[in-house]
């Protein structure tokens, strides 16, 4: 019986976690869902990811929500995509952090779930649609998907991850 008790007393000691990854603040990052490999930006400061993206229309398809889009930026081709939306985010903005809570206006922006493969590993990560045609990197990736992958930044690298590969 000590026997017993005492192996389920080693199965019950808490798993080490993995160490993260270490990526640069800069990686490729392939959409499989979109045909297309992306220079993204790794931003811990914002939540979740963004993909550039202009006429952003939303619809119904048997009782559900979608979404269609095209991709935005300067290299984007007409192609539409159509994706089924997990859900609508908000997401406040001001233009002075200083500035009164209540001057904070509030973009509602489809999100949706798309594989991404960074180096050779994939997941599936939540996605908001927003045109992000004025930055130089039309997919950003935050903290949930940075949590997805087992990443942590280094921000004076970039591109330590060899091309997607999934």
Not at 17 to 38: H, K, N, S, V, W
Not at 50 to 78: C, H, M, P, Y
Not at 124 to 134: A, F, I, K, M, W
Request: glycine fraction near 6%; charge should be neutral.
């Amino acid at each position: 019986m000590k026997l017993l008790l005492a192996s389920l007393a080693l199965v019950a000691l808490p798993v080490m976690a993995a160490e993260p990854t270490l990526y640069g603040r800069y990686e490729y990052i392939q959409l499989p869902e979109i045909g297309q490999t992306f220079k993204a930006k790794m931003d811990t400061g914002a939540l979740t990811a963004s993909l550039s993206a202009r006429n952003i229309e939303t619809f119904q398809r048997d009782g559900d929500d979608w979404v269609r889009f095209r991709l935005g930026g300067k290299e984007a081709s007409d192609k539409v995509f159509e994706h089924k939306v997990s859900r609508i985010s908000k997401i406040k903005s001001r233009a002075d952090e200083d500035e009164d809570k209540d001057d904070a206006t509030v973009a509602k922006r489809p999100v949706i779930d798309l594989e991404m493969c960074l180096g050779n590993v994939k997941r599936t990560v939540e996605v908001n649609l927003t045109d992000r045609s004025s930055f130089n990197y039309p997919l950003l990736i935050g903290a949930k998907a940075l949590r997805e992958f087992g990443a942590a930044v280094n921000p004076a690298r970039r591109y330590t991850a060899d091309k997607p590969d999934c």
